[in-house]
């Protein structure tokens, strides 16, 4: 089960079911159940493909910091694959579409203009 961390607005649960899982992390309703590989919003999944899911993890774990796009960069692409700078906006879209109500005006996933992104608990 996955619910909202009680330590704010973000936080990593570690409470144990009954398999002894844990790593749960939350912003808001948003919950990422890294040991079942599941995304949440409230009770119902999203379905991510792996990187909308890596680039989820990056930023749930910057806790309300931004995000540059030269870190995003580095946490995705390590080996330096990248065909286009516009790689990130284009994961970035797709990810809102999936996780915001409203992507044209999105209150999760916000652009920080000239430094990068920053995922909000709204």
Not at 46 to 65: D, G, Q
Not at 78 to 107: F, M, Q, Y
């Amino acid at each position: 089960m996955i619910t909202k961390a009680s330590t704010g607005v973000f936080g990593i649960k570690n409470q144990h079911d009954s398999a002894g899982e844990e790593g749960v992390y939350c912003a808001g309703d948003l919950c990422i159940d890294m040991i079942a590989h599941q995304v949440n919003i409230g009770t119902n999944e999203v379905n991510l493909t792996l990187k909308e899911y890596e680039l989820l993890m990056v930023l749930i774990r910057a806790k309300n910091r931004v995000i540059t796009r030269a870190q995003l960069l580095r946490e995705l692409w390590r080996a330096g694959h990248l065909e286009s700078d516009r790689t990130i906006n284009v994961h970035i879209c797709r990810l809102r579409k999936k996780i915001e109500s409203d992507p044209e005006h999105p209150k999760r996933l916000l652009l920080v203009r000239g430094v990068g992104y920053k995922l909000t608990g709204n």
